[in-house]
């Protein structure tokens, strides 16, 4: 049974870092590749990062380019949201995701808030 289970959400104010966590169990972890989504109050699920199963190429949306980095252990079958420079518009329950044998699978999410 495929599970995700996201941790490492917290309130931060502006400016600050959050490294976020998904830990993955119930599927050969290694041959899949991993992406974050997050969720706003009012808006729709968004695309936030993603990388490969041997972690050789990543992509990230525009909105978080240059202050979010993905990475993933395998060895650990642990994937990272390393997050700086956080900005209000990043509050957002983060989910991470993977397509599995045609099924899309999510965690249950964590939450980030940016405040002052």
């Known amino acids: 049974q495929v599970q995700l289970v996201e941790s490492g959400g917290d309130l931060v104010q502006p400016g600050g870092s959050l490294r976020l966590s998904c830990a993955a169990s119930?599927?050969?972890?290694?041959?899949?590749?991993i992406h974050w989504y997050r969720q706003a109050p009012g808006k729709e699920r968004e695309l936030v990062a993603g990388?490969?199963?041997?972690?050789?190429?990543?992509s990230y949306a525009d909105s978080v380019k240059g202050r979010f980095t993905v990475s993933r252990d395998n060895a650990k079958n642990t994937v990272h949201l390393q997050m700086n420079s956080l900005k209000p518009e990043d509050t957002a329950v983060y989910y991470c995701?993977?397509?599995?044998?045609?099924?899309?699978?999510w965690g249950q999410g964590t939450q980030v808030t940016v405040s002052s």
């Open positions: 995701s993977t397509l599995h044998r045609a099924t899309r699978y």
């Open positions: 990388i490969t199963s041997a972690g050789v190429s990543t």
């Open positions: 119930g599927f050969t972890f290694s041959a899949y590749a």
